[in-house]
């Protein structure tokens, strides 16, 4: 099946710096990108979705000058966590839909985020 | 605004036993719906998903899951657990807002402990 990878797995970055996550599609064209955080032992929550070449769609309460998205080409999404604060200290998920298999999503492994 | 509840936080069944996990849905139009599994500290796998057709759906490792629209439920099931079993489910429900499957809305999950 098609792979989703992300990177890095693990990060823990200082408070106020800012951490980049990538997401990438391995084997396929991702035209739409998701991006989910999760809490320890909580659900995931849709923080914003990108089409490749448009700005990211946020959902309400999530700051898009805080979490930067960028998906500059068909193969690759990331995630700026910028001015990171403890609170900011998640586990982050990418998933992608290609143009070919419109309700089909493959989800990457995730990013622990561990802000100090 | 869409929503999935899974009643149940924890759920404890012996290995061998039959398993069934609830979730209801709240969407406005014809769902998309996932069952994923998650392994503590990884990614989510999926283990199956319905958009139409036969609402009775055939997932990986054995599972099932029916969709009931006049319940607003996609339970699912399994006939015998295995102790490999034992991890997080995550109920999910999205939509197809014309470009292809949104992002999803997923629900708190539900942990299944496996006794011998």
């Known amino acids: 099946g098609a792979v989703v990878s992300q990177h890095p797995s693990r990060v823990i970055c200082k408070s106020g710096t800012s951490v980049k996550i990538e997401c990438r599609s391995l084997?396929?064209?991702?035209?739409?990108m998701f991006w989910y955080r999760q809490f320890p032992k909580q659900s995931l929550m849709l923080m914003a979705t990108?089409?490749?070449?448009?700005?990211?769609?946020?959902e309400q309460g999530v700051e898009k000058d805080k979490f930067l998205i960028n998906h500059a080409s068909l193969t690759l999404s990331t995630l700026t966590v910028t001015s990171a604060h403890p609170e900011d200290s998640s586990f982050y998920i990418c998933?992608?839909?290609?143009?070919?298999?419109?309700?089909?999503?493959?989800f990457g492994e995730g990013s622990w985020l561990t802000v100090v | 605004a869409q929503s999935v509840t899974q009643p149940d936080i924890h759920i404890t069944v012996s290995e061998g036993a039959s398993l069934e996990l609830r979730c209801n849905y709240s969407?406005?139009?014809?769902?998309?719906l996932f069952w994923y599994v998650q392994s503590p500290g990884q990614g989510l796998q999926l283990l199956l998903k319905?958009?139409?057709?036969?609402?009775l759906v055939q997932g990986i490792k054995g599972f099932e899951a029916e969709f009931k629209r006049s319940q607003s439920s996609f339970n699912l099931r399994k006939p015998s657990v295995h102790w490999s079993d034992a991890a997080e489910y995550f109920c999910?429900?999205?939509?197809?807002?014309?470009?292809?499957?949104?992002?999803?809305?997923f629900g708190k999950g539900t942990h299944l402990i496996i006794q011998p």
């Open positions: 969407y406005g139009a014809t769902p998309y």
């Open positions: 990108s089409n490749e070449g448009s700005k990211a769609t946020y």
């Open positions: 998933s992608a839909r290609t143009a070919g298999q419109r309700n089909t999503i493959y």
């Open positions: 319905y958009f139409s057709g036969d609402t």
């Open positions: 084997d396929f064209q991702a035209t739409t």
């Open positions: 999910a429900v999205g939509g197809d807002s014309g470009g292809g499957a949104d992002g999803l809305t």
